[in-house]
DNA sequence: CGTGCCAGGTGCCAT
DNA sequence: ATGGCACTTGGCACG
């Protein structure tokens, strides 16, 4: 990894049009040739980057200013950050060797993995009968069955939004056409999420 | 700013916890206080951060090692990062100053804008009523009418996805019960996009 | 300030 | 490869 601390200016094109004008900055060449530009603040994305993989060349330009640029997987058609340097403050490489990744725990899939376990606690009654249930348009969550046989499918999410209610919408109705599933009445869905915001409510109650 | 290569250690506990075995690491210190540790590959987001606001504890563990400690905006109650510094390799400081930010071009915002100057291109006779029509549910892109005066919402997207289409049909809905809207038949809809995926054309003539 | 929605999203895993 | 979807999503604009 490259370390780069520069007077520069720095000009995106690619799907987007981006422009930076002159001032100090960090720039950071990873070994996969990404290249990141970072402020001094903001949050962890850079003001600019390039994705790996990615090619970086330094130049000239044709006043003799040092001009680096740097082309990402489609080559030189295809994204491209031109990064005028203006005056190198630092420049230092070091070899990090591969990282062995991270290791998560408390997402969704930790949520849907505890309510499979106590489905109970969703709905008095409740059964599991499949989790991941796969059907044409994707998986439900959980597939369940309540105290009288009906089936209840269950979206589970970490943050319960609008597209959400949707995604469980969109099952319901599929659901609804196989009547293998509906010998005891329709089916029903549960939206089950850590925290619901009020539209989503609002729209589930529909 | 302030940049540390070491081998480290880096737990993470908040929304979720994550867990990056020790390996030599960039470890970059913001002004703001914000943490971000980035490996050498990957593309620009960190492997672990914490959003500012943010501050810095540097402190020694029970039995002699460096550990440092970041903790988020709700202080110690909060979101909390400790990284076990193993062996310091590099540690230097910059001031980077302000930066004057960026400016970008060429987003769905303009890409709005174009179609709204120019609704005949979506379909011959288009005239727009409004852009951002305000609806209970969110804006509409661009409301429009017909040759016939019938209203015609359009969605716009630069990558037409199933949840674009999705955005639309819920629109219609809407509008097709507000009986001012159809007057001359009812709200018809319009998806325009750059590029529309396969699953999402099918969805939509549906 | 919440709420909705876009993002050069990125990453992960499925078919 | 392509598609669907979560994400410590982050970020912005508007009511």
New binding site residues.
Partial sequence: MRLVIARCQ?D?A???T?HLPMATRLIMVKNDGSVL?HSDG???????????P?RLREGVTEDGRVEWTVH?KDGPDG?T?RILVDEVLSDSSHDLGLDP??Q?D??????QELLADHPGTLAPGLTLVRR?Y?TA???V?LLCRDDRGSCVAV?????G????VE?LT??LELLNRDSTLCLNGSVRGIFAAQEI????R??ATD
């Fill in positions: 720095v995106y690619g799907r987007l981006a530009v903001g949050s962890y994305k850079p003001l600019n980057w390039m994705s790996p990615a990402g994204d950050l990744g991270l998560k408390g997402v969704e899939k930790h949520l991941e796969p348009i994707g998986p969550d979206e589970v999410k970490r943050r939004d609008i597209d959400g995604q969109r099952y915001r009020p539209q989503a609002v729209l």
